[in-house]
């Protein structure tokens, strides 16, 4: 069964705090990206890479920034966490382009206290 | 600019048929994705469509029309199961990077 695995199901870290979030994939995939997720706000995207070492702004990067050493892998660090950035983060990954839809990781509920 | 747009929530009874709407605004469309979300977990896939038409995947059924900028998700023989949140999210182009309503929460109601 293929996989995008989140390092942490729930999270709570204090404020200024460096905070690393982890995503793997074991499905080969080109593309990965890094979403928030809030009430009445739907998804929102962070960040994405479509190859390794490569990484892309989304709609919302101020705050955080990534990671795609591997393929394989794609993290997302907040540099300083602060008490807005509580929040649901999704990762999630698909192959090329076209018709290929997003696996989902299972997500991290991070609080910053 | 782009935009899309879902009914915030919808009710319906166990049993019965529900029809959950998607309009959007983009340019350059190259395809449009229905996810399922149950409370607190990841979204996952239910369909896609590209050209106009019917898709049918067993009590699910998802229909677009290009012209009109319209999509639309067609659920039968509700189950209390079928609780949850309905994404809609469009690509544009060759854009990795998919364009997302804020989806429809649904309630289903024995």
């Known amino acids: 069964d293929v996989k995008v695995t989140q390092s942490s199901r729930y999270l709570v870290k204090r404020t200024g705090e460096k905070v690393f979030l982890e995503c793997v994939q074991d499905m080969d995939h080109e593309n990965m990206f890094w979403y928030r997720q809030d009430p009445g706000l739907g998804l929102r995207l962070i960040y994405f890479?479509?190859?390794?070492?490569?990484?892309e702004k989304g709609d919302i990067p101020e705050g955080y920034s990534v990671s795609r050493e591997k393929k394989e892998r794609f993290s997302l660090i907040l540099e300083s966490a602060s008490t807005n950035q509580t929040s649901m983060y999704l990762c999630?990954?698909?192959?090329?382009?076209?018709?290929?839809?997003?696996?989902f990781g299972s997500g991290t509920r991070l609080t910053v206290v | 600019g782009q935009n899309i747009d879902q009914p915030t929530e919808m009710t319906a009874t166990e049993g019965a048929i529900v029809q959950i709407n998607c309009t959007y605004q983009?340019?350059?469309?190259?395809?449009l994705f229905w996810y399922q979300q149950h409370a607190g977990e990841a979204p996952t896939f239910l369909s896609y469509?590209?050209l106009d038409g019917l898709e049918e995947k067993g009590r699910f059924s998802s229909f677009l029309s290009r012209s009109k900028g319209y999509s639309y998700l067609l659920l039968k023989e509700l189950q209390m199961k079928d609780s949850a949140s309905y994404l809609c999210?469009?690509?544009?182009?060759?854009?990795?990077?998919?364009?997302w309503g804020a989806g429809t929460k649904l309630i289903i109601k024995p």
């Open positions: 999210a469009v690509r544009e182009g060759n854009n990795y990077q998919l364009i």
């Open positions: 983009t340019s350059g469309f190259n395809g």
């Open positions: 999630a990954s698909s192959a090329g382009q076209g018709g290929y839809g997003y696996t």
């Open positions: 890479s479509y190859d390794v070492k490569m990484k």
């Open positions: 469509n590209v």
